[in-house]
Nanobody, 125 residues
Framework: QVQLMESGGGSVQPGGSLRLSCVAS????????MGWFRQAPGKERVAVAT???????YYTSTVKGRFTISKDNAKNTLYLDLNSVKPEDTGTYYC???????????????????WGHGTAVTVDS
């Protein structure tokens, strides 16, 4: 069973940058994909960025051009670089894992099987 542990959250001013990390421990299948979700205060969790089985990135429109998802396979670590952050980027960020065959449906409401505990990001001046 895969366990996901996020780190790197904190407070940042608008326009600033932050790097989130997620270490995957246990057995992550080669057919599994990873990504990031975000839950803003009082709102539902939504997909922010994912990698497909060819490591191609996908982003929600509100972060495209500002956030970058990447993965270091040797370290079993997923990253999310947040740049030019805005107050609306505030929330708890969750690392997720799911079979690649279903991860692509997160953009239409599918929730992945495996979740980390989340790391909080606050964007405030």
């Amino acid at each position: 069973q895969v366990q996901l542990m996020e780190s790197g959250g904190g407070s940042v001013q608008p326009g600033g940058s932050l790097r989130l990390s997620c270490v995957a421990s246990g057995h992550l299948s080669s057919s599994d994909c990873m990504g990031w979700f975000r839950q803003a205060p009082g709102k539902e969790r939504v997909a922010v960025a994912t990698l497909d089985d060819e490591q191609s990135p996908y982003y929600t429109s509100t972060v495209k051009g500002r956030f970058t998802i990447s993965k270091d396979n040797a370290k079993n670590t997923l990253y999310l670089d947040l740049n030019s952050v805005k107050p609306e980027d505030t929330g708890t960020y969750y690392c997720v894992a799911d079979p690649c065959s279903t991860m692509r449906f997160v953009w239409v409401g599918h929730y992945p099987q495996t979740w980390g505990h989340g790391t909080a990001v606050t964007v405030d001046s």
